[in-house]
């Protein structure tokens, strides 16, 4: 049929095409013919192709008996009955092991199915554990070290570094001062003198963190 197809009729062309059209109508309707009969030919090879298969295959394990199968059985039954009945058990028989390896089969990829699905979930659960774990880790860290520097602030001065620096200046200064009268005086020995200028500089520091907290709370009480 691909070889007659290529040997279809060319429609004619140019100036003398009009007068080839008929010759040309006729060699189309002669081909279509021939095609025609040839499809019909394959057809009846095609069905008679599927009989033959029908008669020569086997049946699968939850098919009937196929033509053949009938047909040797019958043929069997008439010869030799008792070779007939030891055949159609056989065929049962594979059947029936045929069916048995198709359910361990499904029952297999189920199995490995159900295997995956437990795994996934085993996965998850892992990585919601670690993440858990690591978010946890993370707090008492950052716990701990807010924890650190709030005893490292609770160890140190009130003060700000600006305020603390101003405040040790001045009373470094008024030290100073009182300890040079002391000594022009002269009223006291040198290690009397230190201990007194160390009391007026604390005095002094006393002072500035009473008034920096008096400060603080009269913002406090302002702001509410």
Known sequence: MRT????????????LASFKRAAFEQAVTAWQGVRAG?????L????????????????????LATRGEKLAERKAEQARPEL?????????????AAIERNR?????????????????????????QR????????????RNRLEA?????????????????DVDQAASTQAGNVAKALNELGAKPEKTKEERAKEILDQFRAKKAKEREDNDRGRGGNSR
């Open 4 to 15: 007659h197809d290529h040997a279809r009729p060319q429609e004619p062309a140019g100036l």
């Open 38 to 42: 040839l499809e019909k030919r394959f």
């Open 44 to 63: 009846q090879l095609r069905n008679r192709l599927n009989v033959i298969g029908e008669y020569t295959r086997r049946a699968g394990p939850y098919e």
């Open 84 to 96: 007939a009945e030891n055949f159609r058990q056989v065929i049962e028989r594979e059947k029936a």
């Open 104 to 128: 361990a089969k499904i029952a297999e990829r189920q199995q490995q199915r159900q295997e995956r699905t437990r795994m996934k979930q085993e996965s998850i659960e892992e990585l919601k």
């Open 131 to 142: 993440t858990d774990a690591n978010r946890a880790r993370n707090e008492q860290a950052e």
């Open 149 to 165: 520097a709030g005893r490292q602030a609770a160890m140190q001065s009130p003060l700000d570094p600006a305020q603390k620096l």
